[in-house]
């Protein structure tokens, strides 16, 4: 009988323990836009499913890694309407302790300068409304992101912005996302682009924005604090439309209307960012490790090329044949063959073995090790 007793005594002090494994809750209530009663503002509903993607993966890291335990709710097609837009928010429960993470995907627009969300039935929301609503969930953490324009409600999709070299997934540092997530408060609320201005999307990608944030910083490239990882965002944001500017993608329609407005590029605008809530050094997280990528000259020749660290100006390198560079550096690194005014040709690469080769037609081409080719 004691042993029964001390046994249950221990299990009662342990229990606990096994409980703050996931003590914490991320709310999550994704809107997806990708069901408009106006078909042509449904060319955007393939780029919209795509952020969704993203998302997913980033949720999935905080779940595995027992960070969070992820409660989500997602609205889309006909449903994405704004009655059940806003009664939903205005539904949901969410306790001090908790987190709450809202997202918007779609059509928006500005009207005597005020931007507002279009919704699937041809309502609006705007966006004061909708801070307002979510700033009275009693939430320790809120998070309002949207991806819309902020400046017109006219389709705006982009097509062929790929990589044609896929870098491999980075190694997942837990105490970056811990920090992140749990020891942070207040209100983080940020728009894929500043008043008068288009947020573009691509159908391979994503919305510009939301690939910038949740796929190529959160996912791939952390940071440890938020602050961090929103000037790491809206800089890849900014390159991206000025990787599409530039490389005369613009239809010419849409191209004359920019410049009408005099539009400069996508800006990520940041309405209120929240407060670290332990920033005395003992409980924040190891820095992440920088990207070690290994450059291989396979060819009979030299090969010229770019590099930028981060988000730094190219800096050119020569490398002879069957000479081997390596770069250890934190951040996103691009690679060029075509020089550094020519920002289109940049591609991204990431942890691992990439080889320069002679192709059948004589270009040298980038090509990560574990792609397949015939040479």
């Known amino acids: 009988m004691k042993r029964t007793g001390l046994l249950l005594l221990f299990l009662l002090l ?49 779940e595995d890694n027992h960070i969070v335990d992820v409660e989500e709710t997602v609205i ?21 302790d ?23 039935e041809g309502g609006m929301i705007y966006r004061k409304d909708f801070e307002e609503i979510v700033k009275e969930k009693p939430a320790k953490l809120k998070i309002l992101i949207t991806d819309a324009c902020s400046a017109s409600i006219e389709e705006l999709a982009h097509k062929g912005l790929l990589d044609s070299v896929v870098p491999k997934e980075s190694e997942v540092n837990p105490e ?7 020891n942070y408060a207040g209100f983080l609320h940020i728009s894929a682009a500043s008043e008068g201005e288009f947020a573009w999307v691509s ?14 910083t959160l996912y791939r490239n952390p940071s440890d604090t938020w602050e961090e990882v929103i000037a790491k965002a809206k800089s890849f944001t900014q390159k991206s439309y000025k990787k599409m500017y530039d490389s005369g993608k613009i ?15 996508q800006t990520p605008k940041v309405y209120s960012m929240p407060v670290m809530v332990n920033s005395g050094g003992k ?13 291989i000259n396979s060819t009979e020749n030299k090969v010229t090329y770019y590099l930028i660290n981060g988000y730094d100006e190219p800096d050119k390198y020569v490398l002879k044949p069957g000479e ?32 320069f080769y002679t192709d059948r037609n004589g270009e040298i081409i980038l090509q990560s090790d574990d792609q397949q080719t015939i040479r």
Do not use: C
């Not at 837009?85 to 306790?95: A, F, R």
């Not at 159908?203 to 190529?216: D, I, R, V």
């Not at 409980?283 to 450059?295: A, C, F, I, R, T």
């Open 176 to 182: 970056i996302y811990r920090n992140l997530f749990l």
């Open 251 to 265: 239809p010419k329609k849409v191209l004359k209307e920019i410049k009408q407005l005099g539009i400069k590029g």
């Open 76 to 96: 889309s097609g006909k449903d994405a309407t704004k009655k059940n837009i806003l009664k939903t928010i205005g539904d949901m429960k969410v306790d001090r």
């Open 324 to 355: 081997i560079q390596t770069f250890e550096q934190p951040g996103v690194m691009e690679i060029s063959l075509n020089g550094p005014a020519a920002k289109n040709t940049f591609l991204v690469v990431n942890n691992g073995t990439y080889y």
């Open 283 to 295: 409980n924040l997280p190891l820095k992440s490790d920088g990207q070690v990528v290994k450059l």
């Open 14 to 62: 342990i229990i606990p323990s096994f409980s703050n494994l996931f003590a914490v809750t991320l709310k999550t209530l994704i809107i997806l836009e990708d069901k408009y009663n106006y078909k042509k503002l449904n060319d955007i509903a393939q780029g919209v499913r795509v952020n969704y993607k993203h998302i997913k993966k980033l949720l999935r890291i905080l």
């Open 203 to 216: 159908p391979a990608k994503g919305g510009f924005f939301s690939y910038a944030l949740f796929y190529m």
């Open 98 to 120: 908790e987190l709450f993470l809202v997202y918007f995907a779609g059509h928006g627009g500005m009207k005597k300068g005020k931007t507002f969300f279009s919704t699937a």
